[in-house]
């Protein structure tokens, strides 16, 4: 069974960094592409990034320049890196992949103070 667990989450200052990781088990992990998705309170889940089985990385245009995708294919994991961090980043931030259906990780909070 895939699990995904976030980890990494606080809150954090506007300008600041902070790096979301995601734990995948119960699949070939590095046969999958892999996506961070945010959803802020009273708003839709949208997609942030999303990182190909070969690397290949795509962004939203609001975090292009400022955010970094990556994985590590040996410790199962897939990393946000989140820099110049701004109060609209605010979101509860959830780690996805997809194969005969959609998974999810349980989620974890980015705030960003003004």
């Known amino acids: 069974q895939v699990q995904l667990v976030e980890s990494g989450g606080g809150l954090v200052q506007a300008g600041g960094s902070l790096r979301l990781s995601c734990a995948a088990s119960g699949m070939i992990f590095r046969l999958f592409s892999m996506g961070w998705y945010r959803q802020a309170p009273g708003k839709e889940r949208e997609l942030v990034a999303t990182i190909s089985s070969g690397g290949s990385t795509n962004y939203v245009d609001s975090v292009k320049g400022r955010f970094a995708i990556s994985r590590d294919n040996a410790k199962n994991t897939v990393y946000l890196q989140m820099n110049r961090l701004k109060p609209e980043d605010t979101a509860v931030y959830y780690c996805?992949?997809?194969?005969?259906?959609?998974?999810w990780g349980q989620g974890t909070q980015v705030t960003v103070s003004s």
């Open positions: 996805n992949t997809k194969s005969v259906r959609d998974y």
